[in-house]
């Protein structure tokens, strides 16, 4: 039985909260927070506030693709 996968367009912004970016690709909160405490989404640390690296995180994302 094959796999359905959804891909999901995310708004074209360099950054974003952590919390709108796990409910963006529909991840619990804890995961995310759990990827971003592990390195493995790039994060940017502004005061109190995590973000997400969304420009540096689609590099990467180009990047390995390339290389499959």
Known sequence: M???SQVVQLPPVP????RRFAEMVGLDEGVVRGLCD???LPVVNQGK???INLALL???CLEADVGE
Do not use: S, V
């Open 49 to 51: 506030y995590r973000f």
């Open 2 to 4: 094959p796999i359905e």
């Open 15 to 18: 950054l974003m909260h952590w």
């Open 38 to 40: 592990k390195g493995y």
């Open 58 to 60: 689609t590099q990467r």
